[in-house]
């Protein structure tokens, strides 16, 4: 009976001990980066390939006086511009105010900071406000000359969003969308970007 209490007593310490209280595992507070950068060296030849650099024949860079009035748009009155896609954005109901079709130089410039730039860390903080108005736009046309994806862009939020689901603009962050606004700028586009 002793032999049998001692052998009970040792069962039960070892099985509390191999028992360990499982706790949620600790909050780790994300890391916020503000370094912003190269962060690869994709050849140009290999960025163009990408969609939707790779199916167009043009790409152009336009302005457009936004009157959705911060989004809301009157469904009765929408007449879509020409040769764009048939939805529901800023740019596809307003018509353009100025127009930069860009060169071979331009879109290596372009295509550079897009694939080329963007945070340097775990993540990177972004502030964003919420007025998204957008005055701007980066076109896709094909060979019909029709706009088959675009990028609409509010300089003043900093907020980009793609018409394509192909489009990755997730990955969007102040410093990139200030270095397009700069490369805008550059091309001569000013309503959006400087006024």
């Keep these: 009976m002793k032999y049998i209490i001692i052998l009970w007593l040792m069962l039960g310490t070892l099985s509390s001990f191999s028992q360990t209280k499982k706790y949620a595992p600790p909050l780790v507070e994300s890391k916020i980066s503000s370094k912003f950068g190269r962060v ?3 050849s140009f030849s290999k960025r163009i390939a990408n969609f939707p650099f790779s199916k167009s024949v043009n790409i152009k ?4 006086e936004n009157w959705t009035n911060g989004g809301q748009i009157d469904t009765t009155k929408v007449v879509y ?8 954005m800023a740019v596809c109901v307003n018509p353009p105010k100025e127009v930069k079709v860009l060169n071979l130089s331009q879109i290596n410039e372009l295509t550079d900071i897009w694939f080329n730039y ?3 860390g775990n993540s990177h903080a972004t502030n ?5 108005d957008p005055k701007n736009a980066i076109l896709f046309l094909d060979e019909k000359g029709e706009v088959f994806d675009f990028i609409e862009i509010c300089f003043n939020c900093l907020r980009m969003v793609n018409f394509s689901k ?3 603009v997730n990955e969007e962050c102040d410093h990139k969308i200030n270095m397009i ?3 805008f700028k550059k091309t001569g586009i ?3 970007v400087t006024k």
Excluded at 61 to 64: E, H, R
Excluded at 128 to 132: H, I, L, N, Q, R
């Design 190 to 192: 000013t309503y959006g």
């Design 118 to 120: 963007g945070a340097i």
């Design 81 to 88: 511009n020409e040769k764009m896609p048939k939805v529901l």
């Design 181 to 183: 606004k700069a490369f």
């Design 61 to 64: 860079l336009v302005s457009f």
């Design 40 to 42: 690869s060296n994709i």
């Design 128 to 132: 964003f406000k919420a007025c998204y």
């Design 166 to 168: 192909e489009v990755a």
